[in-house]
Structures are given as structure tokens and as C-alpha cells.
């Protein structure tokens, strides 16, 4: 903004159902208000929008700033260090990739309103036009706002660039989010409708936003209004799912099978393609970034095929020590080893740890845990191992067979005679338990690993980025229902998702009903803490923490308790993030552009 970008790429919308054919580029060396003078100059301007959240969601600077230095996730071995994860130096200059992004959407969509009035088209199509571009400020602005609070506020389309700009309270902002939602919703078809297929805004998607949006601003003024608005809105949703086409699959980790990434439990998602003329995927470029690049399956994969040596072994200190042969190579399947964040599993002051004694404590009945991570490596390369070999105290030989044998076991319990062993019994692989995770070995994240890149599995994914699901529904609904007091409810909600979670197809329908019965919670045990909880159980890795401790107000509190890494840095003002220099350099003309305090 302190400088206004009006140079973007705009595209002619082409959504459809797969995602290998999402927006077909016509690039504009500067949008004016004649191109939005037609249907194609509209879909343009609306396509351009939704490739900006594209080049954020799946990225990994802004992947990091969503989710690392929580209760969550900790440094992984190749993190780069950095103030993200600890607050430590965080600053003006080192936080905010989605800033000039989120504004010049902003304008782009001001632009559509203001001219796509007038466009020769039905009224029926064109209002589904506008909703949309309603839809897309609200969702910028929402995000603008949580991160930063008071934002400037524009909803007039600027055409001559200005070194001057304001900050105008988040009330405002609110305000306008609401009334965009409000309106979206409204104009907006029950399911994906022509030109608009796939999984972009319908109304159920602008409803969710809505009620999630009443819920964060219900925090902030402490408005039991806007607690019951939510929870009102959360509860239509489930009622009126069916007409929506929308529902929870049976099995939890059916919603991360690529096959249903445009399925039932989908709300809404970042298309990616590996098609050139919708994008910037390079086939076989093996790109480690960039823009629009989806590199959400790696950010916390382990270093698998240079820290699975088949005759590691715990030294004197208790600490693993990798060696002998790699007992994996890399592959797609388990895909390509970033090692930037890992889940907390650091034991506390009080000998526990966020990650097994906290959110995923109850492993048995609870099948999250396994739909989420990877725990076993099968071989992909046949290591031989001879008796003689160092630090092979198994004292036996073999070869792996690849496809067969486990190479890595990473258990969620101690295990006697771990890494070689298993109680007594040779191990050809290695046992990896929980005493001996570490910035080179934990478990890695797999609900969004994508396999279908064959050869080339170096490349982006080209899976779209599930931004939100149906399941998270309950959950804004539970916590809405809370703070407005009716815990009933909120165990209610709660409750679905928990027993679903418990379902396994390998159970036996009286384990499964086992399992569900066990799963149940009762209203007096719910607390803003368990729904916390919750979310990471459903929600793991799935770009939204750090929002979720700022609006529950207990960033500070969690962090302090469950990560040593952060806990002596983090402080109440980094409920907001840091203003980005460059907006304050910027703004020469008139009053300042003020930073946020502690900063």
C-alpha cells in the first residue's frame, strides 16, 4: 500500500472440477478501469485474486508464519533459524510475505466491484460475479486483520499510486468483512455453479468465514452476540449440509486421500496444476520455492535417507547417533526431506510434552494420530548388513528387502533394546521411540504428502491446498457455543468429530463402537484449552495455529507452557505481527504509518 501496486497478472477464469485446469494466464501490464469493462476483464480480475492466496497458502515463508513457534511445532534440523520460531528478533524486516499480496487483491476486487456492475451479462450470473470478488476481499481483509490488527481500509479501487496511507481500526474492518460476507453469502449458489467449479467460494464457504469471523471479532470485544451469531451460523451449516453437499467422511483419513481432495469434507482450496498455462509449475525443475509453488508435504519431513542408518545406536549420553547404510533413499512416497518444522514433542518442566501427553494423548482409540503421521518406513533400497559391520550389535546379517521390510519404525512408546532391537529380537531396520526424536528423526507429517509426481519427485505438488474442511465447522461451532455459554452444545459438536475420529476400517464394528464410546466428552469437560487441543488433533499442520492461539488470547500462556524453544521470548505483543518496513518507508506523504507496539 504505502506505494500502490497496480501491476498484476489477470487471468480468464476457467475453474473446473480437476486441477489441471484451473486459470488460463492473459497477462495485463496494468489493470485499468477499461478491463473490467467485460465478463472476461471481471473473471480476470477474480481469477488474479484467487492466484494470490495461491502464491501464499502451500508456500513457505507464509507456511511458517501460520504455524511455526506455537504450542505445535518446533526448529526441524534444517529450519534456518530465525525469529519465527522463537520470537526472538522478530521484526519489520523479517515477517510479513503476504502483505503487498493481500493489498493489491484488495484493489484488484475493488476494482471488479466498481466496474462489474455494469457488465453485459444476466443479473442472476453477474451478482454471482460480484459475491465472489465480495467473497475474496473479505477473506484478505480477515486475514489482514488478524495478523495485524489495525490495516488500512479501502473499498475504492485506486488507480495512481500514493506514498501516503493510514491505519483504520480493526472495528472497521470487521465491519466490512461481515458485511462482505453477509452479502457473498447471500449471491452465492449452494455448490460449486459454472464458471466457478472445483472447490472455490460457494455460500457454505462464505457462511463458515462468516461465523468464524463474528467468533474472532466475539474475542476481541468480548460480544456474547457475536458468540451466538457464530454459533447460530455454525449450527445452520450442519443442518443444512446435505443441501451443500457437504459432510465428514466416515474415516478421518479419508478427507487427506488426493482423490477426495475435492470431496464432500472440502470446503474451500488453493488450486495448483502442473499444467504450464495455468501456472508456474516447471516440470523437473525440482523448484525448492517460489511463488505459487505448493511445497506443503515437506516442510516437515525428517532428513529420512541421510538419518536412517540401519546400525544407529544410542551413545553414552542417550542421544541417537545415525550410522551404517541408509536403510531409504529418497522417493515420492515419502517425499522431499525439508526438515523445517517438527511436532513439539520436548518435554516440559513437567516431564511432558505438548505433541503425546497433550494432543494426541489418546493414540489408542483416537485414530488422528496415525491418518496424520508417518510411523513406518518400509525399505525402498536393498541395504545388505553384514554381522561385522560397525555399531551392528544385532550380530546377524541380512539384506532388505525392499517393499517388505521396515527401515524406519517410529513408535509413540519407549520400546526395550530400541534402535536395534525389539525387546530381546533383532531389528533390521531401526526403532526410533519417542526418547530418541530429535531435530533429525521424528515423525513426519502425511496427510498432505503427494505421491502422483512419479520421477520427478522433486517437483512442487500440484494437490490444491485445502484451506478449510467441513470438520472445522464443529469446531468454530463448539467454541462459539462456549463462549456463549451453552457447553451442552459445544460437547455436542465436539463430539461428532471425536467419534468419527474413532472409527477405523481394520476395527470390527463392536471395536469401533468400542472406540466411540470411549471418545465421548462430557460439557462439563469442555474449556477453551480442550478445544485448543482439539483443533490440533483435527487440524495439524494445517495453516492456522498461530490465529488460533491470537484469537482464544492464549498464545502467550501456551507457549510459555508446552515450548521451551519460544517460552522465554514470547511476549503479549506479539499478538500482532510486526508492520513490514517497506509500508513504513513508504509512507512519506502526511502522518507516519504507525508500527505496532513492542516492536
Known amino acids: 500500500?504505502?506505494?500502490?501496486?497496480?501491476?498484476?497478472?489477470?487471468?480468464?477464469?476457467?475453474?473446473?472440477?480437476?486441477?489441471?485446469?484451473?486459470?488460463?494466464?492473459?497477462?495485463?501490464?496494468?489493470?485499468?478501469?477499461?478491463?473490467?469493462?467485460?465478463?472476461?476483464?471481471?473473471?480476470?480480475?477474480?481469477?488474479?485474486?484467487?492466484?494470490?492466496?495461491?502464491?501464499?497458502?502451500?508456500?513457505?515463508?507464509?507456511?511458517?508464519?501460520?504455524q511455526a513457534g506455537t504450542d505445535e511445532f518446533i526448529q526441524g534440523a534444517s529450519s534456518g533459524g530465525g525469529p519465527i520460531h522463537t520470537f526472538n528478533g522478530l521484526n519489520s524486516t523479517n515477517f510479513g510475505s503476504a502483505w503487498g499480496a493481500a493489498f493489491t487483491s484488495i484493489n484488484?476486487?475493488?476494482?471488479?466491484?466498481?466496474?462489474?456492475?455494469?457488465?453485459?451479462?444476466?443479473?442472476?450470473?453477474?451478482?454471482?460475479?460480484?459475491?465472489?470478488?465480495?467473497?475474496?476481499?473479505?477473506?484478505?481483509?480477515?486475514?489482514?486483520?488478524?495478523?495485524?490488527?489495525?490495516?488500512?481500509?479501502?473499498?475504492?479501487?485506486?488507480?495512481?499510486?500514493?506514498?501516503?496511507?493510514?491505519?483504520?481500526?480493526?472495528?472497521?474492518?470487521?465491519?466490512?468483512?461481515?458485511?462482505?460476507?453477509?452479502?457473498?453469502?447471500?449471491?452465492?449458489?449452494?455448490?460449486?455453479?459454472?464458471?466457478?467449479?472445483?472447490?472455490?467460494?460457494?455460500?457454505?464457504?462464505a457462511l463458515?468465514?462468516?461465523?468464524?469471523?463474528y467468533l474472532t471479532r466475539g474475542w476481541l470485544t468480548n460480544s456474547q452476540?457475536?458468540?451466538?451469531?457464530?454459533?447460530?451460523?455454525?449450527?445452520?451449516?450442519?443442518?443444512?449440509?446435505?443441501?451443500?453437499?457437504?459432510?465428514?467422511?466416515?474415516?478421518?483419513?479419508?478427507?487427506?486421500?488426493?482423490?477426495?481432495?475435492?470431496?464432500?469434507?472440502?470446503?474451500?482450496?488453493?488450486?495448483?496444476?502442473?499444467?504450464?498455462k495455468y501456472g508456474y509449475y516447471r516440470l523437473g525443475s525440482g523448484e525448492s520455492g517460489g511463488f505459487a509453488n505448493n511445497l506443503t508435504p515437506w516442510f516437515t519431513n525428517w532428513n529420512?535417507?541421510?538419518?536412517?542408518?540401519?546400525?544407529?545406536?544410542?551413545?553414552?549420553?542417550?542421544?541417537?547417533?545415525?550410522?551404517?547404510?541408509?536403510?531409504?533413499?529418497?522417493?515420492?512416497?515419502?517425499?522431499?526431506?525439508?526438515?523445517?518444522?517438527?511436532?513439539?514433542?520436548?518435554?516440559?518442566?513437567?516431564?511432558?510434552?505438548?505433541?503425546?501427553?497433550?494432543?494426541?494423548?489418546?493414540?489408542?482409540?483416537?485414530?488422528?494420530?496415525?491418518?496424520?503421521?508417518?510411523t513406518v518406513y518400509i525399505s525402498n533400497t536393498a541395504v545388505t548388513n553384514t554381522p561385522t559391520a560397525a555399531n551392528n550389535k544385532r550380530g546377524i546379517g541380512y539384506t532388505m528387502q525392499v517393499g517388505i521390510d521396515t527401515a524406519v519404525w517410529i513408535t509413540d512408546y519407549e520400546v526395550v533394546g530400541a534402535p536395534q532391537f525389539n525387546g530381546t529380537k533383532p531389528f533390521k531396520g531401526i526403532i526410533a521411540p519417542p526418547s530418541t526424536w530429535n531435530a533429525n528423526l521424528y515423525p513426519a507429517i502425511k496427510k498432505h504428502m503427494d505421491p502422483s509426481r512419479g520421477s520427478n519427485f522433486n517437483d512442487p505438488s500440484t494437490r490444491p491446498v485445502v484451506i478449510t474442511r467441513f470438520s472445522e465447522v464443529y469446531l468454530v461451532g463448539a467454541e462459539a457455543y462456549l463462549m456463549a455459554g451453552n457447553k451442552a452444545k459445544a460437547a455436542e459438536l465436539l463430539n461428532v468429530i471425536r467419534q468419527r475420529a474413532a472409527y477405523r476400517k481394520t476395527n470390527t464394528a463392536a471395536q469401533n463402537a468400542a472406540a466411540a464410546a470411549a471418545m465421548i466428552?462430557?460439557?462439563?469437560?469442555?474449556?477453551?484449552?480442550?478445544?485448543?487441543?482439539?483443533?490440533?488433533?483435527?487440524?495439524?499442520?494445517?495453516?492456522?495455529?498461530?490465529?488460533?492461539?491470537?484469537?482464544t488470547k492464549t498464545l502467550v500462556r501456551r507457549i510459555q507452557a508446552w515450548n521451551k524453544e519460544a517460552s522465554a521470548y514470547v511476549k503479549d505483543f506479539h499478538l500482532l505481527r510486526p508492520i513490514p518496513q517497506s509500508q513504513i518507508d513508504r509512507t512519506v506523504e502526511g502522518p507516519p504509518f504507525t508500527q505496532n507496539p513492542g516492536y
Not at 463458515?208 to 469471523?213: D, G, P, Q, S
Request: glycine share 6%; proline share 5%; aromatic share 14%.
Open 1 to 66: 500500500m504505502k506505494k500502490i501496486q497496480i501491476s498484476i497478472i489477470a487471468f480468464t477464469l476457467f475453474f473446473c472440477v480437476s486441477c489441471g485446469k484451473i486459470l488460463e494466464e492473459h497477462p495485463q501490464s496494468q489493470i485499468v478501469p477499461s478491463f473490467f469493462n467485460s465478463p472476461a476483464g471481471v473473471l480476470g480480475g477474480i481469477a488474479g485474486v484467487y492466484n494470490e492466496i495461491r502464491g501464499q497458502w502451500g508456500t513457505e515463508g507464509f507456511s511458517s508464519e501460520m
Open 225 to 276: 452476540a457475536d458468540f451466538a451469531e457464530a454459533a447460530k451460523i455454525s449450527n445452520d451449516l450442519i443442518t443444512n449440509k446435505a443441501a451443500y453437499g457437504l459432510d465428514l467422511w466416515q474415516d478421518f483419513g479419508d478427507a487427506f486421500v488426493p482423490a477426495n481432495d475435492y470431496g464432500k469434507e472440502t470446503l474451500f482450496v488453493s488450486d495448483h496444476s502442473n499444467d504450464a
Open 521 to 551: 466428552i462430557s460439557a462439563d469437560e469442555v474449556t477453551v484449552d480442550f478445544i485448543l487441543d482439539e483443533r490440533s488433533r483435527e487440524l495439524f499442520g494445517e495453516w492456522m495455529r498461530y490465529q488460533d492461539l491470537v484469537r
Open 108 to 205: 484488484t476486487i475493488n476494482g471488479v466491484l466498481k466496474y462489474g456492475k455494469s457488465i453485459d451479462l444476466p443479473e442472476a450470473t453477474k451478482n454471482q460475479y460480484l459475491a465472489q470478488a465480495k467473497f475474496l476481499r473479505a477473506f484478505w481483509y480477515f486475514y489482514l486483520v488478524q495478523t495485524w490488527g489495525d490495516v488500512p481500509l479501502h473499498t475504492e479501487f485506486i488507480t495512481l499510486p500514493s506514498q501516503s496511507a493510514k491505519r483504520d481500526p480493526a472495528a472497521e474492518v470487521y465491519k466490512l468483512i461481515i458485511q462482505d460476507l453477509t452479502e457473498a453469502a447471500a449471491a452465492l449458489p449452494d455448490k460449486p455453479t459454472a464458471p466457478f467449479l472445483g472447490k472455490a467460494a460457494t455460500k457454505p464457504t
Open 304 to 374: 529420512y535417507p541421510n538419518n536412517s542408518g540401519i546400525n544407529s545406536f544410542v551413545n553414552a549420553a542417550g542421544v541417537l547417533v545415525n550410522s551404517g547404510t541408509s536403510g531409504m533413499i529418497r522417493d515420492s512416497y515419502y517425499g522431499r526431506p525439508y526438515a523445517r518444522i517438527r511436532p513439539n514433542s520436548v518435554k516440559q518442566t513437567n516431564g511432558k510434552n505438548y505433541f503425546l501427553d497433550q494432543a494426541f494423548v489418546k493414540r489408542d482409540v483416537d485414530s488422528r494420530f496415525a491418518n496424520t503421521f508417518y
Open 208 to 213: 463458515f468465514f462468516l461465523a468464524k469471523a
